[in-house]
């Protein structure tokens, strides 16, 4: 039977909270504390916006409590896409001061070493969508902690730990993976059980995200605070805690089938909790899909029939021009309209507050990432 780690928090608790989660989720029999522990944090966007991203308090408790347990060789990583910047996003998340306190560094994936590896298992989307699987070389008998927040997802329906693999394992064309997202999480998971010597997560409820996922969501102050080892069960707990049934979740269900963790709630320990608590959390969370998204959904399924279509739109320089589209609605459009007054809301609330007590830090001074094309 898996166990997952359920509790809940407030802002004036939250980063002994996360010792206390990590511990009764038995961390430290999964993360050996003589490997390496990269802890995959997560940028879906550069900006600063509640719910979607790894937050400063999350990022805090965790590294505090590994710290504390004798954790000594830990790597915070995040990936480049095509709309959002590492180093950006880790400045405007208000990580790097964290991550300074800790003395643990910040590394872009986009500038290190990445191997072609052969999985050994049967995979069932990536190589038929990405032909050669590379992986960053120092993810080889690593641990990894995964820092996910509790929120919907426009293509998955919910986004979880399962989801935070998708920017540490692809390089870099992840765009390919959206018509057949669900399998590509699952093959993830299969490769991660191969490369790593130990897969923990630590997923963040305190603020939620309700709605148009992965970047436009509602937030929603939930309060909870999950961690387990098993990835299927951490994602199949949140998604009910969310209102979402985890067997019409496909990427769930196929992970469950095939063995690769437990997506049955009721072979699922609850501990932080009781049983009763977690069947009576239900955030009532529905799925909404904002323009990028579903412009995205409908060029992929439509031009799939017409391969010279569908290579033009999106394995091509035309593929920028969605790219500029998506920019422009996010970053020009919707952010300084909508996202602006929710960011105003939920900075009056306790999380708000909590956020605006870390700091920035200076400015990074980076050199120029990668050059990647993005098609």
């Not at 035309?318 to 900075?347: A, C, Q």
Request: aromatic share 12%; glycine share 6%; with cysteine.
């Amino acid at each position: 039977m898996s166990k997952v780690s359920v509790i809940k928090t407030s802002s004036k608790s939250v980063i002994s909270d996360y010792s206390r989660l990590m511990k009764l989720a038995d961390f430290k029999k999964e993360l050996h504390p003589s490997n390496k522990t990269i802890l995959k944090l997560n940028i879906p966007w550069s900006l600063f916006y509640p719910a979607i991203s790894t937050n400063p308090w999350q990022l805090d408790g965790t590294l505090k409590a590994l710290r504390d347990e004798g954790y000594s060789d830990i790597l915070a990583v995040e990936n480049q896409t095509v709309v959002s910047h590492p180093w950006k996003g880790a400045y405007a998340n208000k990580w790097l001061p964290v991550l300074k306190k800790y003395d643990v560094e910040f590394q872009p994936l986009t500038d290190v070493e990445w191997v072609k590896y052969e999985p050994k298992s049967k995979m069932l989307a990536m190589e038929d969508i990405f032909g050669e699987i590379w992986i960053p070389k120092i993810f080889q008998g690593s641990n990894i902690c995964h820092l996910p927040t509790v929120k919907t997802h426009g293509l998955t329906t919910t986004t979880g730990a399962m989801k935070n693999a998708f920017g540490g394992l692809i390089p870099k064309y992840r765009h390919h993976a959206h018509v057949r997202i669900h399998e590509i999480l699952v093959d993830l998971l299969s490769i991660q059980r191969e490369i790593h010597n130990g897969i923990f997560a630590i997923m963040d409820g305190s603020v939620c995200g309700n709605g148009a996922g992965p970047k436009t969501v509602e937030p929603f102050i939930g309060n909870i605070i999950l961690a387990s080892s098993d990835q299927v069960s951490i994602d199949a707990v949140a998604a009910k805690i969310m209102g979402f049934d985890p067997w019409n979740i496909g990427y769930i269900k196929i992970a469950h089938e095939m063995g690769l963790g437990i997506g049955d709630l009721d072979q699922i320990e609850i501990v932080g909790i009781s049983r009763k608590e977690l069947n009576d959390l239900n955030f009532g969370f529905k799925i909404k899909r904002n323009p990028v998204v579903l412009a995205d959904l409908f060029l992929r399924n439509t031009t799939l029939r017409m391969p010279w279509l569908h290579h033009m739109l999106f394995r091509s320089a035309m593929f920028m021009v969605f790219v500029r589209g998506s920019e422009f609605y996010h970053d020009s459009l919707w952010y300084p309209t909508i996202g602006k007054k929710k960011i105003n809301e939920f900075l009056k609330t306790e999380w708000g507050k909590l956020f605006q007590n870390y700091d920035y830090g200076v400015p990074p001074k980076y050199e120029k990432l990668k050059e990647w094309d993005s098609y």
